[in-house]
């Protein structure tokens, strides 16, 4: 049972964050990114506590230790992605990040001693190609490229200490412990300029939304997950974020659907769905 929830409750997941790209376009541009990332994780973190006061007191050594690591991966992740968009264009900054696919089962295999499957590969491959049709328009590699290329690579560490470590671990402690170092680390980001409070009502609503469910409960589903699924397999799914990004845009903010993008979207429909089939 816990095999089959583990592909849909990721699938939830890239639903979700897939939708925050349409939600925070308008919020970025009246806050800056690094106060919404502190104003979201701390949010976020707050809730937890509250929500589950209890949980302070399974904060072991050892998961202190493996939080902090994962959560310094997830951390880097998003500040060098913010960093990297500053730089260079969303589509180019949409397409690298996704590269984490392939990133991924590099790193499971390296440090995790993971054997992948050859068919795995040619899934990874075929998603691999279905981003790069969704998110790339023209190509440049400069500094920005090379930000967002490490938060790649940040992301891919993330899944696969998660994998590494989420078994046997409470789901929401080991979250929480994530999104505090994430609160604390992007906190230290905003001290260049200053921390800015959300302008107005709006912007508010969407940090809450994104709080507490493109960051609370999505980071939490995806730590149980992990515990049930490989690395790999779960960057395969994750990457389904990217379709329901197009779709959200498409449906609500008017942009236009190609036959480039609808073929993308069924590339990477494709390889999570062979990916599930063989968890199931």
Not at 113 to 142: C, D, E, K, N, P
Request: hydrophobic share 60%.
């Amino acid at each position: 049972m816990r095999l089959r929830l583990a592909p849909l409750g990721l699938l939830a997941v890239a639903a979700t964050w897939g939708s925050t790209f349409f939600l925070m376009k308008d919020a970025i541009k009246r806050q800056d990114v690094n106060s919404f990332l502190f104003t979201r994780f701390s949010i976020a973190a707050l809730a937890m506590i509250i929500l589950r006061p209890r949980v302070l007191k399974m904060f072991s050594k050892d998961l202190l230790a493996k939080g902090l690591i994962t959560g310094t991966f997830l951390a880097a992740g998003y500040i060098l992605q913010t960093f990297g968009l500053g730089l260079t264009s969303a589509t180019i900054t949409g397409f690298i990040t996704g590269l984490y696919v392939v990133a991924t089962p590099l790193m499971a295999s390296l440090f995790l001693h993971q054997r992948i499957a050859s068919r795995t590969w040619i899934y990874v491959v075929i998603a691999a190609i279905g981003l790069m049709l969704l998110s790339l328009r023209g190509w440049s590699f400069g500094t920005g490229e090379l930000l967002v290329l490490g938060a790649a690579i940040a992301y891919a560490a993330q899944i696969v200490a998660l994998s590494r470590w989420s078994a046997g671990r409470d789901a929401y402690a080991f979250t929480l412990i994530q999104l505090l170092v994430c609160a604390l680390l992007s906190g230290i980001a905003t001290l260049g300029r200053g921390y800015r409070l959300p302008p107005d009502a709006g912007v508010w609503g969407v940090a809450i939304f994104t709080a507490l469910f493109a960051t609370a409960l999505a980071f939490m589903i995806q730590t149980w997950a992990q515990a049930h699924i490989s690395a790999t397999k779960v960057a395969v799914i994750l990457t389904m974020e990217t379709v329901f990004a197009a779709f959200f845009a498409i449906l609500f903010g008017g942009e236009q659907l190609t036959v480039k993008i609808a073929l993308g979207g069924a590339l990477v429909v494709v390889a999570m769905y062979m990916i599930v089939l063989e968890e199931a």
